[in-house]
C-alpha cells in the first residue's frame, strides 16, 4: 500500500502567519491527492482535491501543489479556526490512504 | 441540504457482528462512489471500505478484507457496512464519506469492541 508521511508531526505559529504542511508519498500518486481539516470532536471537512483544487465553498487563503510523491499544502494567513488537524489522502491506487495527521496549533 | 446519518453503533463482543447503516439525503446518491472511514480514539483517519457508485465494485483495506462487507441500496439512499468477527482495533467512530475523496461526511457512529 501506498504510505504517505505528513510533516511536521505539530507545527506551532500565530494567527496572521503563514503556515505550509507537507506530505509525502511512499511512490507517485499521480495528484490524486486531497487535504482535510478536523477539529475535535467534528467530522473532517474536505478542503484539497486534485491536488490543488479547492473544494466549493473554501476560502482561497488554503492552497495546494505538488505531484507525484511530494506535495504542500499552505494556508497563507492563518486565521482562529484554522488550528486543527490535517490529513493528507492518497486515492490513486486502492487501499486508500491517509496520512498520520499534522496538528496546526496557536503559538 | 446534504445530510449523511450514520445508525448502528454500539458496544459489541469480540468475535461478535454489528451492521452500520448510513441514511444520505441531499444529493445524487447513485452518482457517488461511497466509503466508510474509521477513527480510533485519540488517533487518525483510517480508510475501511469502499464501494462503486453502481455498487458493481467493491475495495477494502488489509485489516478488514474477509470481515467486513461494504453494500448499497440506490433505491432507499442507504450505504451499509457488515461487520463480523470484530477485534478490539475496529473500535472506532465510524464515518460515511463519498468516495474516492471526501466530499460529503457524516457525523460518525462510535463502536466499541469489549467483552
Known amino acids: 500500500e501506498i504510505v504517505l508521511t505528513q510533516s511536521p508531526g505539530t507545527l506551532s505559529l500565530s494567527p496572521g502567519k503563514r503556515g505550509t504542511l507537507s506530505c509525502r508519498a511512499s511512490?507517485?500518486?499521480?495528484?490524486?491527492l486531497a487535504w482535510y481539516q478536523q477539529h475535535p470532536g467534528q467530522a473532517p471537512r474536505l478542503l484539497i482535491y486534485?491536488?490543488?483544487t479547492r473544494a466549493t465553498g473554501i476560502p482561497d487563503r488554503f492552497s495546494g501543489s505538488g505531484s507525484g510523491t511530494d506535495f504542500n499544502f499552505t494556508i497563507s494567513r492563518l486565521e482562529p479556526e484554522d488550528f486543527a488537524v490535517y490529513y493528507c489522502?492518497?486515492?490513486?491506487?486502492?487501499?486508500?490512504?491517509f496520512g498520520q495527521g499534522t496538528r496546526l496549533e496557536i503559538k | 441540504e446534504v445530510q449523511l446519518l450514520e445508525s448502528g453503533g454500539g458496544l459489541v463482543q469480540p468475535g461478535g457482528s454489528l451492521r452500520l447503516s448510513c441514511a444520505v439525503s441531499?444529493?445524487?446518491?447513485?452518482?457517488?462512489?461511497m466509503s466508510w472511514v474509521r477513527q480510533a480514539p485519540g488517533k487518525g483517519l483510517e480508510w475501511v471500505a469502499g464501494?462503486?457508485?453502481?455498487?458493481?465494485?467493491?475495495y477494502y483495506a488489509d485489516s478488514v478484507k474477509g470481515r467486513f462487507t461494504i453494500s448499497r441500496d440506490n433505491s432507499r439512499n442507504t450505504l451499509s457496512l457488515q461487520m463480523s468477527s470484530v477485534r478490539g482495533e475496529d473500535t472506532a467512530v465510524y464515518y460515511c464519506?463519498?468516495?474516492?475523496?471526501?466530499?460529503?461526511w457524516g457525523q460518525g457512529t462510535l463502536v466499541t469492541v469489549s467483552s
Open positions: 464519506a463519498s468516495h474516492p475523496f471526501a466530499l460529503f
Open positions: 441531499g444529493f445524487t446518491f447513485d452518482n457517488y462512489g
Open positions: 464501494i462503486s457508485d453502481s455498487g458493481g465494485s467493491t
Open positions: 511512490q507517485s500518486v499521480s495528484s490524486y
Open positions: 486534485g491536488a490543488s
Open positions: 489522502q492518497q486515492y490513486e491506487k486502492s487501499p486508500i490512504t
